[in-house]
Structures are given as C-alpha cells and as structure tokens.
C-alpha cells in the first residue's frame, strides 16, 4: 500500500482554492475511483492518465487506486488535475521520489502520449494566490508555492511577478525534474522578458468632423463617465467607440493583471495585448447571461470581460429590455455576484460604458436630408425602451449629427489620440492626486467636498435641475462632469462655463 499527497488548484469564479490531491494504493481488485465532487472532465482523466503513464515508460498499478480530491464539498471541473493525479500515482507507487512534492503545487492536462496541454485560467490562479498572498502580512514572500504548469501557459502564469513558475513540455520532464540528481536536470524557473510594447488601437484622426462628439468623448475618457451617443445610422458613433479606448488613461500593472486574469478565465487572453484596454461590443441579440456571465460552471461576461475597459453596446434600444436592466447593478457596485443552486462566483466588472443609438426607428429624425418619417408617438416608443433608472445612471448623452457631404470629401485632419490622451492624462492625474479616485467614482460625500461650484454656477445647475426635472442621481452625475471639465481647463473650482457644457451633455434625448 502506498500514499502520496500533492497540492493542486480549482477555479470558483475569480479565485483559486486550493485542492489537496490524495491518492492511494491498496491490495485487491485492480480498480481507479475518484472522489470529491469531480465533474466529466475530471472523472475522464482517469483513462488520459493511464495512457499518459503507460505511454512515458513507467508501470500503471495493477491495485485498487483511490484518488481524493479534497476539500470534497467543492465542485472540481476541467483536466487541470491531470498531472497531479498521474504524479501521485507515480509517487505512491515508489516510481519517483516523493520527498519533496509539498513544495509545489501542480496543474496540467495530459494527452494520451504524456504531453503536457494548456489548461484555462493559469493567470486567474496565480493571480488570486498572489493577491491572497499579499492581503495576509503574516505570510512570509519566500512561502509563495512554486507552480508547474504546461509550457504554453508560463508567459500568462509568469506575469505575477511574485509566481515562481517552473513549465514542463511533458509528463516524462516533470517526472525527470524529482528524479534528478543534479540542478541540471531539473526545470527551469521562468522568467518574463519584461518587454513593454505600447498598444496599439485605431486613431481619432481618422474620424471626420464630429468635433463637438469627440469633445465630449474626451470629458468621458477624462473622468470615466459612461457616455450615449444619439445620432443618425453612419455618422461615425461606432468608428468614435472603436477608437475611444485609445484615449484612456495608460493602464497600471495592477489593471492590466485583473483584465488579463478574467480573459484567461474563457481562454481569451493575448499575450500581445498585454495592457491593452479591453473592448468589447456584444450583438444586441446578446442574452442576459451572456452580458452579466453565468452557467454551470459560472463564467465571467461581456461585462467582466471588459474589465478596466470599453464596453460597446451598439443599437441600444433594440436590446431586450430585461438585459439592459441587468445592467444597473454592476454598473454601480464594479462587480457582478452570480448565484447557482450548487455555485456563487463574483466577478469584476468595473468597465466604461460607452452606447450608441438612433434618435427614432429609421433613424433619420433631424438629418439634413428630411427622410424621417416616423410620427411622434413611434419616435417617443422607441426611445422610451430605455428605462430611466438606465438612463439615470448614464452620465453623459452626446448628440452625434449627421455630416455635410462637402465635409465628408475633405481629407481627415483631427487631432490624434495621442494628442488627446495626453490632455486625458494629466487631468486624471489630477483627479488621483487630489482624492485617489476618478470623478465618476465619488460618492455623495465626496462630492459636496471636491465638486465646489462658485455661485453662478450654483445658480445655473439649480435653475436646470428645477426646469429639466432631474433626479438627485441625475444632478450628481452632472456636478460630477462639471468638475472634470474643470479638470481638463486647469480650473481648482467649478464655474459657469463647466456647469453649462456639462449640462448640455444630458439633453440629447429631446421630444420627437
């Protein structure tokens, strides 16, 4: 009889538990159990370790093997126990050395020829053990576990920099790396290159006209205020969203790990994209599910797949009604918190949302060329598909007119982004600077301490308030834009002017 112990870990939304995996060798019957609420994947790795062993030249017991994977009362998906499995048996078996299994911990999906293939959410794992890591003062730096993992996830796992990563090709070369005798022979650890290139996105220059849009889109990026864009179909609003994360603020390690890490999750992450604002533009058929995430196994969503990113909803009133609703929640609290009857899983979701739409349902009310003929009540139904709460919590509505055909046959002649990106960056640095946070985050009390208007403009944002019937969100979101319109102006105090460009920005939905 024999018994061997290794460490290995699941994915429950964005963390990563640790699973301990036991396996074990008793006298009788040859037989291979796996326990501890293993799913399809992981009850058929039992034939794909077996030929993995077979096929690397070592002997499959012929005994009752037992495998636990432990805690038992956590649901255990996917082929990322492959290699611990194959290993314990191994180490129980006496067929490698086991004295110093405890210092790894393992994940990796075999093929049936011992090859090591990637599994999905190697970064997601890293990075929640580092977080966890870091959160808890008592543990030392050096205690971080090394990982061995499959070659083709090194680089993603390696982005941690506290992740002390050792990738294998095979299940023969991680058996050889125990076996070994010498440094020599055993796996490297992986270092990142540490290589920093600059992302790439489409220009603003490329865009046409449009300057009061752009403007607008600037004041958006300044202060991360989510942004509607209303206007006739083939203005430009999706080619000005395209290029919209280009003018955000560079992203920090630390936004680009918790992007990388929910991309990792759906196998989606590049590395070539590394601190590359995400964008995402989900077809208005998209169900709620597929916005906010869910499933068996919870995934993340559109929503958290454009984590510290772009989130584009093209065509928004023909959206269903129930999906856009799903929305309100993580736009105000950052996050979404998917509850099955057997699973929760929370996710962030901390992204910008930029929406385009058109004024009535041809989508050709107020065009020069006077093709619009719907009739008051169509164009008041459709707009009216958008709820107000929705409405409410969108900061900014920016009028997107259709161009001259004169203007359309100049040659393009905007600013860059990389003109307006930096304008958008020292008014953000500003902002954290002064309270830590971009504009549209603060809350109520911080509000009435950093968005200090002068008097007139006081007066200005009551007297629109009263007229235009906005709510106390409403009000607050406009202050909130006041104040980085000050920003970008240089100005410590909000006054008219800010007030009033701000204000403009909420009545683009106007009577039909």
């Known amino acids: 009889m024999g018994l061997a112990v290794l460490k290995s870990r699941a994915l429950s939304g964005m963390s990563a538990p640790e699973v301990t995996v036991e396996v074990h060798l008793a006298n009788g019957l040859p037989a291979f159990t796996i326990v501890g609420l293993p799913e399809t994947e992981v009850k058929e790795s039992k034939d794909r370790v077996r030929a993995a062993i077979q096929n690397a030249r070592f002997d499959f017991p012929a005994q009752r093997i037992t495998v636990n994977l432990a805690p038992a009362d956590l649901p255990k998906e996917s082929g990322r126990f492959d290699l611990p499995i194959a290993l314990g048996i191994l180490a129980a078996s006496g067929q490698i050395p086991s004295d110093t299994l405890d210092q790894y911990e393992f994940a990796g999906e075999l093929s049936l020829s011992g090859e090591l293939r990637p599994i999905r959410g190697a970064l997601a794992m890293t990075f929640a053990i580092s977080r966890s890591t870091v959160q808890n003062s008592q543990l030392d730096r050096s205690a971080v576990p090394a990982f061995i993992l499959p070659f083709a996830n090194a680089e993603e796992a390696a982005l941690v920099k506290d992740a002390h990563i050792f990738p294998a090709h095979s299940l023969l070369q991680v058996c050889a790396h125990f076996a070994a005798r010498s440094q020599d ?12 290139v600059r992302p790439r996105y489409p220009d603003f220059s490329e865009v046409k006209g449009q300057q009061q849009a752009k403007r607008a889109l600037e004041v958006a990026a300044a202060g991360q205020h989510r942004a509607l864009m209303i206007g006739p179909p083939g203005t430009g609003k999706s080619m000005l969203a395209a290029r919209f994360p280009g003018i955000l ?38 169900s709620a599910v597929a916005l906010v995430g869910g499933g068996g196994n919870p995934r993340p969503g559109e929503i958290s ?11 928004l009133p023909e959206f269903d009604r129930k999906v856009l609703e799903v929305l309100r929640e ?53 707009q009216g598909r958008l709820s107000g709460p929705l409405l409410d919590r969108i900061d900014m509505q920016i009028p997107v007119n259709a161009l001259p055909h004169a203007d359309l046959l100049k040659q393009a002649d905007g600013e860059s982004s990389e003109r307006i990106q930096a304008r958008v960056e020292q008014a953000f640095s500003t902002q954290i600077q002064r309270q830590g946070k971009s504009n549209h985050l603060l809350s109520t009390k911080e509000i009435d301490e950093f968005c200090v208007a002068d008097q007139a403009a006081q007066l200005l944002l009551q007297n629109a ?14 202050l909130k834009v006041a104040r980085t319109i000050a920003d970008l102006a240089n100005s410590s105090q909000i006054n008219t002017p800010h007030v009033a460009e ?11």
């Open 330 to 382: 993580p736009l105000e609290s950052g996050h979404i918190s998917i509850s099955r009857a057997a699973k929760q899983a929370e996710f962030p979701a901390r992204f910008q949302l930029i929406a385009a739409m058109n004024p009535c349902p041809c989508g050709y009310f107020g065009h020069f060329n006077g093709k619009c003929r719907c009739t008051p009540d169509a164009g008041a139904r459709y």
């Open 185 to 196: 022979q055993r796996l490297l650890q992986f270092r990142a290159t540490g290589e920093s």
């Open 465 to 478: 308030m009263a007229k235009l019937n906005w709510s106390a969100r409403a009000y607050h979101r406009v």
């Open 502 to 512: 701000a204000i403009q920005y909420r009545r683009a939905l106007r009577e039909h």
């Open 249 to 286: 603020p560079t992203m920090t390690d630390v936004e680009a790990l918790e992007s990388a890490a929910v991309q990792s999750l759906t196998n989606g992450f590049n590395l070539q994209k590394w601190k590359q604002r995400p964008y995402r533009s989900p077809h208005h058929t998209a």
């Open 305 to 315: 797949l454009a984590h510290r990113g772009v989130l584009f909803l093209d065509e």
